[in-house]
């Protein structure tokens, strides 16, 4: 469950982010729309802590990313825009160094890092070097590695950028599967069809504001619209669809 | 988790994950402990070789109407003067001395007759002093001519019925006292800047990989949404660094050590024997400047914009210490209690007093040692704060 009251962010005079609130359940997958350079991932980084808001508060499962930033960290995986591995470790090593750091007990670790690797079906490289490795090999071992502590709350940002389709049919499996085991899943995308396909609630963001909130049906009903597109265009108040969320790179 | 723990998990796998990176390899492991000693020792004994020669090698000398001064030329050839007869005028002089590359000595046509009366009687010298090995030459021909000119001047003494020793009003003994071992310490001024060059260099690429390449390669973020204090993941860094040049350093100076075993500085009469008990006490006294160090690199390339601009502004960095030591050779600096506080310089005199095999003198050491933990501590406090910045994510 994951709550964000007013978030605000500045960058000198931009206000990037600008008094966002949404809330999104458990069991749920919410999507964060929204043009680029709408305030997605500035938002996304507040409530994974690593930049501090200006103002507003936000809280994972009840932790306050603020008052008690360490706590909350411990319930939510994230796979920040483009992730990165370390290159000299294997698939393996590096999923198990977070998990580490996470303060997982050795034996635990390896049981569950053994376990996404099988999810995930990884068998083939977990154990090469990051090195050398694909977009997909690197996206799954980034997602193994975000999921390794077994989290609540997953947060990701603009996930499916530069995959192959394989690797985007693969990751939404995962998702829904986390959805259906009870967790609660965040994720940011300018990409209409991936987030009208998999998302049980979106939320709009543009300009740094929630521009609406609701299921893809709400939002077209709200928006006197025929598609989600067209919804999204006329809540987001701008011409050219295509520049805005013109199906990804 | 205790905060120690994430300390020592960061620090693991820095330091592992540094161990496969060949090239971060080769110049902790290779370059410093092994080629520099190399190199050191090849410019050491080109040095003896090139001293012992000079002295005794004879010197080659182009004189023109040699007949003029036999004496002269009999007493040159005792010393190990070779000459060669040659035809010029004292216009041609100039040219042949530019095309043999040698001096070359002009005796004039009334040198006989002058010195039967009595007279300065000339001789002209040509020489290039630009080039070394002629200027080497020249310095000791002038020296035998000197001393001609003095043994005549004490027979003509002699045959006034004066007493030659008048010409000598002063009798000056140079006694050197400096043992086997100062005159290699001397010979080895630039062994301490060079141990704590590539003390330095051991640390550089594990610093600047796990700061500024964390975050050019994306993981820094992911890394910072870990359930661990970013105080905590940097001194993990900071101390992996610091690792790095602690190997490097107990390696560079047994390189050192060993190299010095073999250069042949016992051919010269000088004895530089360092034994594990010198190489402990280098290590030792240059221990303080490891933290110091690998703060220093660490928070320089947190805050850089790329990896190729950590790599260039760590470079730089690594030689700052080493202006204290430049400083101090060129001003001639000796060392006292407040020059043993400057980080580097004061472990520089450390090193040498070591070479000396001087005593300790424990004020000196501790002063250093104390003024080095303190800055290294102020710097390590820094980083630590500096790393909560959100800049830090570029």
Not at chain 1, 59 to 78: N, Q, T
Not at chain 1, 85 to 96: S, V
Not at chain 2, 292 to 315: D, N
């Amino acid at each position: 469950m994951i709550d964000a009251r007013g978030l605000v962010k500045r960058f000198g005079s931009l206000t990037a982010v600008d008094g966002v609130s949404f809330s999104a359940a458990d069991g749920h997958i919410t999507g964060l729309l929204g043009p680029n350079g709408a305030g997605k991932s500035t938002t996304l980084r507040m409530l994974y802590t690593v930049l501090a808001p200006d103002g507003g508060e936000a809280w994972i499962d009840g932790a306050s990313v603020i008052e008690a930033p360490l706590e909350a960290r411990r319930r939510m995986g994230v796979l920040p825009a483009g992730a990165g591995l370390y290159p000299h470790l294997t698939a393996r090593e590096n999923i198990l160094y977070f998990a580490s750091l996470h303060g997982m007990a050795r034996g635990d670790a390896r049981a569950s890092a053994q376990e996404l690797i099988g999810q995930l079906e990884m068998q083939e490289f977990a154990d090469r070097a990051a090195r050398g490795f694909s977009q997909g090999e690197r996206l799954k071992t980034a997602l193994a590695r975000a999921l390794v502590h077994r989290p609540r709350n997953v947060l990701l940002d603009e996930p499916t950028n530069g995959l192959d389709v394989m690797a985007v049919r693969m990751l939404r499996g995962l998702l829904r599967r986390l959805r259906d085991q009870g967790h609660c899943i965040l994720f940011s995308s300018h990409v209409m069809p991936e987030v009208a396909a998999l998302c049980d609630a979106v939320v709009v963001i543009a300009h740094g504001k929630v521009a609406a909130h609701g299921t893809a049906d709400e939002l077209r009903a709200q928006a006197g619209a025929e598609s989600l597109e067209e919804a999204f265009v006329r809540l987001v108040g701008i011409e050219d669809p295509q520049g805005a969320c013109g199906g990804g790179r | 988790m205790k905060s120690h723990t994430a300390i020592w998990l960061v620090f693991r796998k820095e330091f592992r994950e540094n161990l496969r990176d060949r090239r971060s390899l080769i110049t902790a492991l290779i370059v410093g402990p092994v080629l520099m000693p190399v190199l050191f020792a090849a410019l050491l004994s080109i040095g003896i070789h090139h001293g012992r020669t000079q002295s005794t090698r004879p010197v080659h000398l182009a004189v023109a109407h040699a007949r003029r001064a036999p004496h002269l030329l009999a007493f040159l050839h005792q010393y190990d003067i070779r000459t060669a007869d040659v035809e010029t005028n004292r216009a041609g002089a100039r040219r042949l001395v530019e095309r043999l590359h040698r001096p070359l000595i002009y005796v004039s046509r009334a040198f006989g007759a002058r010195l039967a009366a009595g007279r300065p009687a000339a001789l002209r010298l040509y020489a290039n002093e630009s080039n070394r090995s002629e200027r080497e030459a020249l310095e000791r021909v002038d020296r035998l001519l000197a001393a001609y000119g003095g043994e005549i001047a004490k027979l003509r003494l002699v045959a006034r019925g004066l007493n030659p020793l008048l010409l000598t009003p002063i009798a000056v003994h140079p006694i050197d006292i400096s043992t086997p071992r100062s005159r290699a310490v001397l010979a080895l001024g630039g062994l301490g800047y060079v141990i704590l060059l590539t003390m330095m260099m051991g640390g550089l690429y594990l610093a600047i990989d796990a700061t500024a390449g964390e975050r050019e390669r994306g993981s820094l973020e992911p890394l910072l949404t870990l359930p661990v204090e970013r105080e905590q993941l940097v001194y993990g860094k900071t101390l992996a660094a610091g690792a790095m040049m602690l190997v490097s350093l107990v390696l560079t100076v047994s390189g050192f050590d060993v190299m010095l075993q073999h250069v042949g500085l016992a051919r010269l009469g000088m004895s530089v024997d360092l034994g594990p008990a010198g190489v402990a006490a280098i290590v030792l006294e240059c221990l303080p400047l490891i933290p110091l160090g690998a703060a220093l690199m660490t928070l320089v390339a947190s805050f850089t914009r790329s990896y190729r601009e950590a790599q260039t502004y760590v470079s730089l960095i690594v030689f700052i210490p080493t202006m204290p030591l430049m400083f101090a050779s060129i001003l001639g600096l000796r060392s006292s209690l407040p020059l043993m506080a400057v980080p580097f310089l004061g472990q520089q005199f450390l090193i040498m007093s070591v070479l000396r095999a001087e005593p300790l003198r424990v004020s000196y050491t501790l002063v250093s040692v104390g003024a080095t933990l303190a800055a290294a501590a102020a710097l390590v406090w820094l980083t630590g704060r500096l790393y909560r910045r959100e800049r830090l994510l570029g």
